[in-house]
Nanobody, 126 residues
Framework: QVQLVESGGGLVQPGGSLRLSCSASRFTLGDYAIGWFRQAPGKEREGVICISSSRVNTYVADSVKGRFTISRDNAENTVYLQMNSLKPEDTAVYYC???????????????????WGQGTQVTVSP
């Protein structure tokens, strides 16, 4: 069974940085599109950034453009979300998701994914 585990969340001050990790087991991440999503209290889960099954193309939500990047370490079977210049509105539970054969900007849509991690809390506060 596909398993994804997020880690790296925590409390950070505005303007700070965090790096989240999404580790996969029982499948090879390199064959999948990987998306990072977040859900704040009372809001819908939204796509933040993703890398498609092309392994090259990435797509970024306007709200985090220029601040968040996604990368993968195939040897470690792990995908990272680097978050810089964090703002209080970035506070949310962050989830990674995986899906095979998902291309283009569709990788930013939560409805396209079958496999999800359990989430990790990110809180941006003074």
């Amino acid at each position: 069974q596909v398993q994804l585990v997020e880690s790296g969340g925590g409390l950070v001050q505005p303007g700070g940085s965090l790096r989240l990790s999404c580790s996969a087991s029982r499948f090879t991440l390199g064959d999948y599109a990987i998306g990072w999503f977040r859900q704040a209290p009372g809001k819908e889960r939204e796509g933040v950034i993703c890398i498609s099954s092309s392994r090259v193309n990435t797509y970024v939500a306007d709200s985090v453009k220029g601040r968040f990047t996604i990368s993968r370490d195939n040897a470690e079977n792990t995908v990272y979300l680097q978050m810089n210049s964090l703002k209080p509105e970035d506070t949310a539970v962050y989830y990674c998701a995986a899906q095979p054969a998902l291309y283009g900007s569709a990788c930013l849509f939560r409805g396209r994914y079958n496999y999800w991690g359990q989430g990790t809390q990110v809180t941006v506060s003074p």
